[in-house]
């Protein structure tokens, strides 16, 4: 069994920091790729930024430049600075990661975690 706890959500102003943090525990071999999902209300789930085992990482054009990704993979983490935030940014973030087992990739996701940025 693997969880992901996510944590470091909450309430701020928009131009405001918060800094998210995820953590895999359990039967963890190897993790491939982490990252970052958002689902504000009424919207589909959406890719916010990933990063592979190696440290290369991808960003959705909205969050270029103010977001950054970073992981610790001692610690089977993965975090999430976001900076400059703005009230679109409003959303349940779910962490991802994309765990081997054997032959097999599976993908885990966290509980989400809610940001929500007042204008």
């Known amino acids: 069994q693997v969880h992901l706890v996510e944590s470091g959500g909450g309430l701020v102003q928009a131009g405001g920091s918060l800094r998210l943090s995820c953590a895999a525990s359990?039967?963890?071999?190897?993790?491939?790729?982490m990252g970052w999902y958002r689902q504000a209300p009424g919207k589909e789930r959406e890719l916010v930024t990933t990063?592979?085992?190696?440290?290369?990482?991808v960003y959705a054009d909205s969050v270029k430049g103010r977001f950054a990704i970073s992981r610790d993979n001692a610690k089977n983490a993965v975090y999430l600075q976001m900076n400059s935030l703005r009230p679109e940014d409003t959303a349940v973030y779910y962490c991802?990661?994309?765990?081997?087992?054997?032959?097999?990739?599976?993908?885990?996701w966290g509980q989400g975690t809610q940001v929500t940025v007042s204008s």
């Open positions: 991802n990661a994309v765990i081997i087992k054997g032959p097999t990739p599976y993908d885990y």
């Open positions: 359990g039967s963890i071999f190897r993790i491939n790729d």
């Open positions: 990063i592979t085992s190696v440290g290369s990482t």
